[in-house]
């Protein structure tokens, strides 16, 4: 009776998230559970499965390239399970840590002859990406992992850009976890956080428009000013001729020697007084009405750098409170004994494809025993509780234990308290002895990679491209938000020098970015 009821419940489960293929998949696995010799034949490769129990939105995705398979995990545990096929020798797919960048339900190949890859969720710009394909029951893609083709188009509609996608060289699973370095988030932090954000949503809009107009104010003040120096050289000009006639005809009456010689240069002379007295008086005019022009100039210019600095902050301010609302990411390498912070801006990528992320935090941290290894540890809040937030751990590389990895790095006090208040479900930590890889980059969120496993569909890839963002000062088309300047540096940051691996691997160099995230 039990197993019929286990039965019932997985089937009625499998029809909410997959398709007929799929349920068909998920049924012989239930049935063979009842029937040993069907359990025995099955052994070999992992079976598709659904939890029998209604699933939330997937949080994680662990692939496994020892067991082939892949497990989607939400709030409250495993949802979905199913075979999968990783990179063959040569063209392994690599280990690490990486999220879902970019969602195409009928992706065609670039890299591979227009290979069909249906529904297909990226993991990097290289090409490395979870779609459907064929699964012969062992390795055998040229990077990306392959789900089975029901599976897949499942499984398509429930992600969202920036789920975490962990691919450990070993079995992993997330396993509750409390610490004192995690977020503890303020409750009513959260709760003030929407009304905050429109708040200053509409101040930094009030603020654009005063800028914008103290910009045109002083670009008219400007040209109305353009003309000043050319008409004042004119009134010169006129004055100086003006002096020279007089001057002309002081010398001419002097030289007179009859009186109707005389009478004539006194006449010339006063016509020429008059002229200079009237360029005189033209001249100190135009001086005079130039200075206000001059002034205002000044005064519009100096409004304009005011309101633009106004702006800036109102802006800046704005986009901290809209990006509080999304989860947060943090990465602290071992390799770099930095700490790096990412959220999701949820604005298209200006040259199409993926989402950009926020990527302007990178301080310092101090690691004890920095030269001994930390592993890498992802720490996930899964979901709120009384406490705040209940987090978990997967670790896909020993080193220190995940609390004592947590226990050897000292952070910036004031980036938690910047980052705590506002914490939410599906924020993580990361932890790692590896740097940041190379692509790493503005339509990312972390990628980094264990360099002391094969890689061979990763780096025989082409790498992504360096990519230029320049700011169009807007956010969701309305002139204040997230723009920003972002260049991959071409020259990468040292290998780990704990896994130096012939210098075959290059990793992300953070560029200075004109803003601050708070």
Request: glycine share 6%; proline share 7%; with cysteine.
């Amino acid at each position: 009776m039990k197993n019929r009821l286990t039965t019932a419940q997985s089937t009625l489960a499998m029809r909410r998230w997959a398709s007929p293929c799929t349920i068909a998949l998920a049924t012989l696995a239930v049935l063979a559970l009842v029937n040993p010799a069907t359990a025995a034949k099955q052994a070999r490769q992992p079976a598709e499965a659904v939890a029998p129990r209604e699933a939330g939105e997937p949080i994680m995705a662990i692939v496994s390239i020892k067991s082939q398979q892949v497990t989607f995990y939400d709030a409250d545990g495993w949802i979905l399970r199913a075979p999968v096929s990783t990179g063959t020798a040569g063209r392994e797919t690599p280990a690490g840590v990486f999220a879902v960048v970019e969602k195409d339900k009928d992706h065609h190949s670039t890299m591979y002859d227009d290979a069909w890859m249906p529904n297909m969720q990226r993991i990097t710009w290289n090409g490395i990406a979870l779609h459907g394909g064929p699964l012969p029951g062992y390795a055998a893609s040229h990077g990306c992992v392959r789900m089975p083709f029901g599976f897949a188009e499942g499984l398509f509609d429930k992600t969202n850009i920036g789920m975490r996608v962990i691919i450990s060289p070993n079995d992993a699973a997330p396993i509750d976890f409390t610490h004192p370095s995690l977020f503890v988030p303020k409750r009513e932090a959260i709760a003030a956080a929407p009304n905050r954000a429109d708040k200053l949503s509409a101040e930094a809009e009030e603020a654009t428009r005063a800028a914008d107009e103290a910009k045109k104010a002083a670009a008219m003040a400007a040209k109305e000013a353009a003309s000043l120096p050319a008409s004042l050289r004119k009134l010169e000009q006129q004055k100086a001729r003006a002096d020279a006639e007089l001057a002309f005809a002081d010398k001419s009456l002097a030289a007179a020697k009859t009186d109707q010689a005389r009478a004539k240069a006194e006449e010339l002379k006063q016509k020429a007084a008059t002229r200079a007295a009237d360029a005189a008086t033209q001249l100190d005019t135009a001086k005079a009405a130039a200075q206000p022009k001059r002034d205002a100039v000044a005064a519009t210019k100096e409004a304009a750098k005011a309101t633009a600095t106004k702006k800036a902050d109102a802006v800046k301010a704005a986009t901290d409170a809209k990006l509080a609302l999304e989860p947060v990411s943090v990465y602290i390498s071992r390799a770099t004994q930095k700490l790096y912070v990412r959220r999701n801006t949820h604005k298209p990528a200006p040259d199409g494809g993926g989402e950009v992320f926020d990527t302007s935090i990178e301080v310092p941290v101090t690691i004890r025993n920095p030269d001994q290894p930390l592993g890498t540890h992802i720490f996930t809040a899964m979901a709120k509780n009384d406490a705040g937030l209940r987090w978990s751990v997967v670790t896909i590389e020993s080193g220190a234990d995940a609390r004592d990895a947590l226990d050897r790095i000292t952070i910036p006090q004031d980036v938690w308290d910047r980052i705590a208040p506002t914490a939410l479900p599906r924020s993580s930590i990361i932890i790692s002895d590896e740097p940041l890889s190379s692509e790493t980059n503005y339509r990312t969120e972390f990628v980094a990679v264990l360099s002391n496993q094969p890689q061979g569909g990763f780096i025989t890839r082409k790498p992504t491209a360096p990519m230029d963002i320049a700011s169009d000062d807007s956010w969701d088309n309305g002139g204040n938000g997230f723009g920003f300047f972002f260049q991959r540096d071409p020259n990468p940051q040292p290998v780990n020098p704990r896994r130096q691996r012939g210098g075959q691997y290059q990793y992300y160099q953070p560029q200075p970015m004109p803003r601050s995230f708070w």
